[in-house]
């Protein structure tokens, strides 16, 4: 197959959950057969596949006021660096325009080699931290239980757009958990290979969003990934001097025009793949 040769995109459906996985999977990516199952129900996934082996993804997932996230955009190793990954983020940015859809991604440093030819604009950027286990001993405060409907509206005040179908799919997975503490409030889920803690609100204290984290960590056994956004800055400092270790940066990316505006910036996110 030459570098520049067209492929043939097909869609995928539910049954190609596992499939889907082991993609992501080899990739090191934290994405479990739920998050799989989630956009391939609730989305638009494009594939591409060898003979019965799939060697190629890409997902648009809608959200409401005519916005939509473009992720798992994956290619396995021995198809890399033939437009692969190209052809079906054109796919899927072809979906979006016809249904006039302004389009958003969270892209690693390669991806965003791809992305931004493309038409797409930079807007804020996230660190993901990983932490194996807590250091030190510090008083957090006990966490409360928290409802669905008060993440949902403080995470649509931070995205400009409402996302409570997927909150809701979220914390209604086994082990899911929707905590808080004074102003602060976190989802907590499963991944493949860490629990995942975010999206996160805490109303612009950095204390209580830390406070929180931590009375997370120390509830549970991790090992655990948060997607931090960088310019919260005393919040990502403090992550990193007390054990949390960069993972990796992303670049969160627009195609269209703006739809909506934030008024809260939340301390970390959904996670790259939902925004």
Same mark, same amino acid.
């Given at each position: 197959?030459?570098?520049?040769?067209?492929?043939?995109?097909?869609?995928?459906?539910?049954?190609?959950?596992?499939?889907?996985?082991?993609?992501?999977?080899e990739?090191?990516?934290n994405?479990?057969?739920?998050?799989?199952?989630?956009?391939l129900?609730?989305g638009?996934?494009?594939?591409?596949?060898?003979?019965?082996?799939?060697?190629?993804?890409?997902?648009?997932?809608?959200?409401?006021?005519?916005?939509?996230?473009?992720?798992?955009? #994956?290619?396995?190793?021995?198809?890399?660096?033939? $437009?692969?990954?190209?052809? %079906?983020? !054109?796919?899927? &940015? =072809? *979906?979006? +325009?016809?249904?006039?859809?302004t389009?958003?991604?969270?892209?690693?440093?390669?991806?965003?080699?791809v992305?931004?030819?493309?038409?797409?604009?930079?807007?804020?950027?996230?660190?993901? #931290?990983?932490?194996?286990?807590?250091?030190?001993? $510090?008083v957090?405060?006990? %966490?409360? !239980?928290?409802? &669905? =409907? *008060?993440l +949902?509206?403080?995470?649509?005040?931070?995205?400009?757009?409402?996302?409570?179908?997927?909150?809701?799919?979220?914390?209604?997975r086994?082990?899911?958990?929707i905590?808080?503490?004074g102003?602060?409030i976190?989802?907590?889920?499963?991944?493949?290979?860490?629990?995942?803690?975010?999206?996160?609100?805490?109303? =612009?204290?950095?204390?209580?969003?830390?406070?929180?984290?931590?009375?997370?960590?120390?509830s549970?056994?991790?090992?655990?990934?948060?997607?931090?956004?960088?310019?919260?800055?005393?919040?990502?400092?403090?992550?990193?001097?007390?054990?949390?270790?960069?993972?990796?940066?992303?670049?969160?990316?627009?195609?269209?025009?703006?739809?909506?505006?934030?008024?809260?910036?939340?301390?970390?996110?959904?996670?790259?793949?939902?925004?």
């Amino acid at each position: 197959m030459a570098a520049t040769e067209p492929v043939d995109i097909v869609a995928l459906g539910v049954g190609d959950a596992q499939a889907g996985l082991l993609l992501s999977t080899e990739t090191g990516w934290n994405q479990n057969e739920a998050d799989w199952k989630f956009f391939l129900s609730q989305g638009v996934v494009f594939g591409v596949r060898d003979g019965a082996r799939l060697v190629a993804t890409a997902a648009l997932l809608p959200y409401s006021a005519g916005n939509a996230w473009i992720s798992m955009v #994956l290619v396995t190793a021995d198809f890399r660096r033939r $437009g692969i990954a190209t052809q %079906l983020v !054109d796919a899927c &940015l =072809g *979906v979006a +325009a016809k249904q006039g859809l302004t389009t958003w991604l969270d892209a690693t440093p390669a991806g965003a080699t791809v992305y931004g030819p493309l038409g797409f604009e930079s807007t804020l950027q996230l660190r993901r #931290l990983r932490l194996t286990q807590p250091q030190g001993v $510090g008083v957090t405060g006990s %966490l409360s !239980d928290s409802s &669905l =409907g *008060v993440l +949902a509206a403080r995470d649509a005040e931070a995205m400009g757009f409402d996302r409570s179908a997927l909150l809701s799919e979220f914390a209604a997975r086994p082990g899911s958990r929707i905590v808080a503490q004074g102003q602060a409030i976190a989802l907590v889920r499963d991944g493949r290979t860490a629990r995942h803690v975010g999206p996160l609100l805490a109303g =612009g204290s950095d204390q209580t969003a830390l406070a929180l984290v931590e009375a997370i960590v120390r509830s549970e056994t991790g090992p655990w990934l948060i997607d931090a956004v960088h310019s919260q800055e005393a919040f990502f400092g403090s992550l990193v001097a007390s054990g949390w270790t960069i993972e990796r940066p992303f670049q969160r990316m627009r195609f269209g025009p703006a739809t909506a505006s934030s008024a809260q910036l939340p301390f970390a996110v959904a996670g790259p793949e939902f925004g």
